[in-house]
């Protein structure tokens, strides 16, 4: 299946001049959310990984499916705020200010091996800082996943060293 089709764009939106790229179409059909998920796991099933971590709240989504597939745990990072226990927090840089991601300070052990997953990579900001969280907490990056990448932002370059694994891209789309 042509998991690109199933992807919807909606122009202008949250703001003009912004291509949203909507998962909303494809976690509803079920062949194509299998398919993700099926991806995934064929590549990271005999790697290392013992935690997957997503990000609040399209990469909860695909990360909790995959830790449930792979038979690991799920680690939420979030926007602030959000978390009720102990946390530890990274600010970044958007266009216009900054935000800031926070991960629970026991959710990860030194020695951890993590996947870390989310639906999207624009700029690489919130994927940069949520790595930069896990390895804070003496977490090993296995690998950075993601169903759609936004190649005329970058975000590839952002993230290193680490490597990005994605799925469908758009480039001067
Ligand atoms: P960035 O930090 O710039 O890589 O932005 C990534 C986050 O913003 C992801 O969690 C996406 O869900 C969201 N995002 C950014 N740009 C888009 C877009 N064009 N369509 C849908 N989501 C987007």
New binding site residues.
Partial sequence: MELKKTIRTIPDFPKKG?????ITTLIKNSTAFCEVIDIFHRRYRKSKVNLVAG?ES??FIFGSALAYALGVGFVPIRKQGKLPAETISQTYELEYGTDTLEIHSDAIQKGDSVLLV??????????AAAAKLIQRLGGEIVDIAVVIE?VD?K?RERIKPHNLFSLVSFEGE
């Fill in positions: 912004i291509q949203f790229r909507d990000i399209r990469g989310d639906d999207l990579i624009a700029t690489g900001g919130s994927l936004l932002l975000g």
